[in-house]
């Protein structure tokens, strides 16, 4: 966590005046450390001069997905959630004048918690807690489909059908603007994913679920879901198929992602994570191959298109190029191994 006077994409002065005149309670001056940053939302502490804390977000400073990084549909969805059975970080406000810092921003409260990026931070659950951290996560997922997006408030959101249309368009759409080398990979991709689409529900959908992007307590409890800024409403088993398509077992060996944290001992396998999310939803997940396939390529996508813009000179020297190489390379393989996924199915179809 980097603590600065003037920590960038922050006006220290004119959002000190803003947090003291738009949150409740808090007391001036504040200082701010940044706690996350990169090609996601940048994320900073923020304590007040009577020692409380707050989490105040806002996009990345540069080289960002067209309609990536959305404040305001990140803000929508934390504030329609709160109090429901699905933790979040408390809303406190939210600021959409750009002249403040530069971008809109919003504060919450901050949660303090183990978020699960790698094996280190896993191992530093202890092993039933891991157990109880896998179960838990699969818990809040259940609860976060079992929200009707309308009766929570966000049935601008809600689109009752075309959630596979609209996703596989869109991201097709930022791969081939960022004029990445592996299109003809990507749309062949596509096309398998868009000739298999099966039947579709409804209900929210996060978008980027899982354990890196939760807050765990030392007993593995889940105690806040982050990063809501691809939330949207869709099919639920869009979230399940992006956490099985990111769960590592122990025994995977070499794949075409890095060791996660749920390469540690403990955590469990991906067959029990759908096991039990179907037991707890009450769904059929006969469809979750397909959408282990769909965040493959979207990944893919994602992962080429920052490259591209690299190579383009569309980004800055920012110390970030050898990171979005790798990201790359994984992308590539990822494709690959949906490609084969789905063209098995084709055939046998």
């Given at each position: ?192 994913l868009a000739a298999r689409i099966p039947a579709q529900a409804n209900g929210i959908v996060h978008g980027d679920y899982r354990p890196g992007n939760l807050a765990f307590g030392p007993d593995g409890t889940v105690r806040a879901v982050f990063d809501w800024e691809l939330a949207t409403s869709g099919d639920p088993l ?112």
């Open positions: 966590m980097a603590a600065s006077p003037e920590p960038p994409g922050i006006d220290v002065e004119r959002v000190g005046r803003w947090l003291a005149s738009h949150v409740d309670g808090l007391t001036g001056p504040v200082s701010f450390a940044l706690v996350s940053g990169g090609r996601s939302n940048l994320t900073y502490r923020v304590t007040d001069a009577a020692g409380a804390t707050y989490a105040l977000r806002r996009p990345p400073l540069g080289g960002v997905l067209e309609t990536a990084h959305d404040m305001g549909r990140e803000w929508r969805f934390i504030a329609a959630l709160a109090g429901t059975g699905v933790p979040v970080a408390p809303p406190l406000a939210y600021c959409e004048d750009t002249s403040v810092t530069g971008a809109p921003f919003s504060v919450m409260g901050f949660v303090d918690g183990l978020v699960l990026a790698d094996p280190a931070s896993a191992l530093r659950l202890e092993p039933p807690a891991r157990g109880r951290a896998a179960r838990n996560l699969v818990e809040v997922l259940v609860a976060l489909h079992a929200v009707d997006p309308y009766k929570a408030g966000l049935g601008d959101f809600a689109r009752r059908t075309g959630y596979a249309e609209r996703q596989l368009r869109r991201w097709r759409h930022q791969a081939h603007q960022s004029g990445a080398a592996e299109l003809a990979l990507l749309d062949e991709v596509h096309d398998l869009a979230d399940l198929g992006y956490l099985v398509a990111s769960w590592q077992e122990p025994d995977d060996g070499d794949g075409p992602s890095p060791p996660g944290p749920t390469t540690v001992p403990g955590f469990g396998t991906r067959e029990q994570v759908v096991a039990r999310y179907a037991r707890l939803s009450g769904r059929d997940v006969s469809d979750v191959p397909y959408w282990v396939a769909f965040a493959r390529w979207r990944s893919a996508c994602i992962g080429v298109g920052v490259r591209a813009r690299y190579l383009a000179g569309h980004m800055a020297d920012d110390g970030y190029r050898e990171e979005a190489e790798a990201r790359a390379d994984l992308g590539v393989r990822l494709a690959e191994a949906a490609r084969d996924a789905l063209g098995g199915v084709i055939s046998d179809g």
